[in-house]
T-cell receptor
Framework: DAKTTQPPSMDCAEGRAANLPCNHS???????VYWYRQIHSQGPQYIIH?????ETNEMASLIITEDRKSSTLILPHATLRDTAVYYC??????????WGAGTKLIIKP | DAGITQSPRHKVTETGTPVTLRCHQT?????MYWYRQDPGHGLRLIHY???????DKGEVSDGYSVSRSKTEDFLLTLESATSSQTSVYFC????????????FGPGTRLTVT
């Protein structure tokens, strides 16, 4: 079973920041949180990961709460090409990625 | 983009027939994975490999077998396909078990009639 909880869908206006929440209340102290996205049935694509500090790369920012029970992926200026399913993921005890159903993000013009 | 190809990209087969899907990589990564994805769901791990001839089961391995005779190739076999195995199959690779990134192939859409 997925160890993360995400809303099934979200909308965002083009050019605005998209904020995608994720709950991972059972995460352990040394477990990373990973974000991937999947555009229209293509293979998933890695976005970013973090442990406890906020992280930023060329694609997105990741904000992790101090208690590490939740995180938010931020796409600062969403474009139509960011329409995708976004997955918040942690690993299981065998180090395998555990995928939930993700959040379907629709960017509207 | 990571050099990962899957073949075939689409296949329709009948119940009870054997099917083999191929994943080929040019990155020389040690780990290779087979996932399946069903409508409205995330990916579920079928089998993975951590080296030539070294494989292990994932979450949904029943009805599937794998082989890895070369670093670059990872084969997924459905010995006797069933309608419940109709799905999209993704191959992925990573440099090691704890790599932050897995790189995914384009997927194979399999329909079992």
């Amino acid at each position: 079973d997925a160890k993360t909880t995400q809303p099934p869908s979200m909308d965002c206006a083009e050019g605005r920041a998209a904020n995608l929440p994720c709950n991972h209340s059972t995460i352990s102290g040394n477990e990373y949180v990973y974000w991937y996205r999947q555009i229209h049935s293509q293979g998933p694509q890695y976005i970013i990961h973090g442990l406890k500090n906020n992280e930023t790369n060329e694609m997105a920012s990741l904000i992790i709460t101090e208690d590490r029970k939740s995180s938010t992926l931020i796409l600062p200026h969403a474009t139509l090409r960011d329409t995708a399913v976004y997955y918040c993921i942690v690993r299981d005890s065998n180090y395998q990625l555990i995928w939930g159903a993700g959040t379907k993000l629709i960017i509207k013009p | 983009d990571a050099g990962i190809t899957q073949s075939p990209r689409h296949k329709v087969t009948e119940t009870g027939t054997p099917v083999t899907l191929r994943c080929h990589q040019t990155e020389n990564h040690r780990y290779m994975y087979w996932y399946r994805q069903d409508p409205g769901h995330g990916l579920r791990l079928i089998h993975y490999s951590y080296g030539v001839k070294d494989t292990d089961k994932g979450e949904v391995s029943d009805g599937y077998s794998v082989s890895r005779s070369k670093t670059e190739d990872f084969l997924l076999t459905l010995e006797s396909a069933t309608s419940s195995q109709t799905s999209v199959y993704f191959c992925a690779i990573s440099a090691d078990r704890m790599s932050t990134e897995q790189y995914f192939g384009p997927g194979t859409r399999l329909t079992v009639t």
